[in-house]
Structure formats: structure tokens, C-alpha cells
């Protein structure tokens, strides 16, 4: 075959164009640290590389949910711990002055303090974290407790829809079952409240414990004003929508507690008898001392729902930790897919760098000699 000088200049450009090629790849992967920065260089790379980026994508979205999770969480249990406190403290100040031994006097500065703890437990369950409110449930915009809608008192019923009002007693709410003339019945379960709003008297009608008999005996008592609580039913939010937040793929959790379960027109009601109790001259002891029992419920009820959300934020804690395997192991796959071996990179780098001169000068020497050199 006939070895041309056109075919030696094609040869020697073709083969130096492929080392600018090689040389230029390698100058890419120098400087980005990718093995490809398009995806026609390897297909196989670029599809993996998606998959393997989505799963870290996914993981980086999980940790900040849990970031969130822990904010409500964390929230949620201080707010507790700190009304839990103030239930205590109420508690104390209730047998400090079931004392007959305290004069009405005494008794009422017991009761101002005691409606200061009541504001403070209304502002822990209107606890806000990151501008939300944590004790309403799926309704995080609108505060779960207004104050200015409890204590209406027995003497404002009628000045209210039928169904807008319901009676605190012994830690229970009695909702309306019917109306008589003056007299508004309200019902829990087989224990009713009759409210004679032009005499003032109130009757509560429950089973005698005495009597074992079925259907049981009823025994009817006359309440104080004092004993009973009246509330709007708005006052204390009933919103019972949980709010929960994915951590793990298809993976959701509840991160609020239930706030009926602990705030409730109960508890409230139970705090505004007692204040309205020691303000009353003619309370006794013994009066007081029916009191604390249902504090004690309260209490057991937050620490119930402490105990709850603490098995929770353990769970939490030990998907946290499964969450920074998971990060490490997808982006150390993520890496091997994607990232050059720095060190080979340079290695062949200056190799190519070499070869490619060699072959420029190869080039030179072949494609300097002409016809006219030898016509000289």
C-alpha cells in the first residue's frame, strides 16, 4: 500500500485530537471530582447516580422532619413538666388550707395564688413552638384555651344557647339533656345536675354507693355554688386531629399529645371550684379535703401522657440514630458511583501530558520534510 504525505499528516492529526480528548476528560474530572459530567459518558453511571442522589436527597428530608419532630416533642414535654408542677403545687396549697384552723382571710390569699397557677397552666397549654400551637391538635393556628370563655356561673345560663354551655363537677363535664321551665338538666353518664336558675339551687342526682342493687338507688344532694363550674364548651379546644410527620419512608408519627387526655373545661373547672371554694366564708375542711382527690386524677392523667410521649421520643431517638447509618452508607455508595479517584486522575493526567507531546513532536519531525526540501 502507498503511504502518502497526506496520509501521515491525517494519521498524526486524528491521533492528536484524541490525546486533546483524553487530556480534556481528564482536566474535567480533575476539576469537578466526577468520574462524568455528562451523562452520554457513561449512561450507566448517570442512571445510578440519580437513584443513589434521590436516597440521599431522601434522608437529608428525613433529618430535618425529625428535627421537627423533636421541636414539637421537646416542646411538648417541658410544657408538661412544667404544668405537672403547678397541678402539684395546687395540690399542696389545697391541703395546706383544708386546715380548719385557717381563717376566711388566709384562705382567700391561698385562693389568688392559686388562680395564678390557674393562668399559668391556661398559658402552658397555649404553648407555641415554631408559631404553632402544640396542644390543638391539627388546628395549630388558633390557641386550644380562652380564659374569658370559663367561670359564666350558674346565673348567666339563660343568657346562652342551650348547647353552648356545660358543668364542671368532681373532675366530670355534664352536657344539657333538657330544659324544664327554670330548671337546666345536665347529664354524665347516669349522675345529673339540675340548675334552678330562678332559685339558685343546685341538685345532683347520682348512684348510692352504698346500695349494690341494679338498676342502683339514687340519692339526691344539694350543691353550693361553689361546687359546680359553668363553661362555654369552646373554651377548651375538642380538636382531636393529630398532627403527624413522616420519618422513615411510608413511615408517619403522631408528635403531639392528645390534649383532651390534660386540658380539658374538667381540669380547669376543678381549679375555678376550688378558688371560688376558699373564697367562700362558709366552707369548711372537710369541703376542701373532696377537693384534692380530684387532683390527684388531674396529676395521674399528665403523668400518663408524659410517660406516653417519652416511649414516643425514645422511638424517635432510635430512628435518629438509623437515619445517620442510613446517610453515611447511602453517601459513601453515592461516592463510589460517582467521585474520580483523585489520585489515579493525576497520575494518568501526566502520563497523557507526556504521550501528548510525544506526539506532537513525533508529528513535527514526520510532517517537516517537504518536496521543496529537496529541491534545494
Do not use: C
Request: aromatic content about 6%; proline content about 3%; hydrophobic content about 35%.
Amino acid at each position: 500500500m502507498r503511504v502518502t504525505q497526506s496520509m501521515l499528516s491525517a494519521n498524526t492529526l486524528r491521533h492528536i485530537n484524541q490525546g486533546y480528548e483524553r487530556l480534556g476528560k481528564l482536566q474535567d474530572q480533575l476539576s469537578s471530582q466526577k468520574k462524568i459530567t455528562r451523562a452520554h459518558q457513561d449512561p450507566v453511571v448517570a442512571m445510578k447516580g440519580m437513584r443513589y442522589r434521590t436516597q440521599v436527597t431522601e434522608v437529608d428530608q428525613f433529618k430535618r422532619n425529625l428535627a421537627e419532630v423533636y421541636n414539637w416533642m421537646d416542646s411538648a414535654d417541658s410544657a408538661l413538666d412544667i404544668t405537672t408542677q403547678a397541678m402539684h403545687r395546687i395540690r399542696e396549697l389545697a391541703v395546706q388550707a383544708s386546715n380548719d384552723t385557717y381563717e376566711p382571710t388566709q384562705r382567700a390569699n391561698i385562693a389568688k395564688e392559686i388562680e395564678q397557677l390557674r393562668v399559668h397552666i391556661e398559658s402552658m397549654a397555649n404553648t407555641k413552638s415554631n408559631n404553632k400551637y402544640i396542644f390543638n391538635g391539627s388546628n395549630t393556628m388558633n390557641a386550644p384555651v380562652d380564659a374569658s370563655k370559663m367561670n359564666v356561673g350558674t346565673g348567666e345560663i339563660p343568657n346562652y344557647d342551650t348547647d353552648q354551655l356545660e358543668v364542671s363537677f368532681n373532675g366530670k363535664v355534664f352536657q344539657l339533656d333538657s330544659v324544664n321551665d327554670d330548671d337546666y338538666v345536665y347529664v354524665n353518664g347516669n349522675e345529673t345536675i339540675t340548675v334552678d336558675v330562678a332559685t339558685d339551687s343546685i341538685t345532683h342526682i347520682s348512684p348510692d354507693p352504698k346500695n349494690t342493687t341494679n338498676p342502683p338507688e339514687m340519692v339526691s344532694k344539694q350543691l353550693k355554688e361553689w361546687e359546680v363550674a359553668v363553661s362555654e364548651k369552646k373554651a377548651v379546644s375538642t380538636n382531636q386531629q393529630g398532627v403527624e410527620i413522616e420519618i422513615l419512608k411510608g413511615v408517619t408519627l403522631p408528635v403531639n399529645v392528645t390534649p383532651q387526655n390534660i386540658f380539658s373545661n374538667a381540669l380547669f373547672g376543678d381549679i375555678i371550684r376550688l378558688e371560688n371554694a376558699l373564697k367562700d366564708p362558709s366552707t369548711k375542711g372537710e369541703d376542701i379535703t373532696k377537693l384534692v382527690g380530684n387532683f390527684d386524677k388531674h396529676i395521674d392523667q399528665f403523668v400518663a401522657e408524659r410517660a406516653e410521649l417519652g416511649a414516643r421520643i425514645n422511638r424517635v431517638e432510635m430512628i435518629d440514630s438509623r437515619l445517620m447509618e442510613q446517610e453515611v452508607i447511602a453517601r459513601r455508595i453515592m461516592s463510589n458511583n460517582e467521585d474520580a479517584d483523585m489520585e489515579r486522575v493525576i497520575v494518568d493526567l501526566m502520563t497523557q501530558e507526556s504521550v501528548h507531546r510525544s506526539a506532537l513532536s513525533a508529528g513535527a519531525r514526520i510532517m517537516q520534510p517537504t518536496l521543496l526540501d529537496f529541491l534545494r
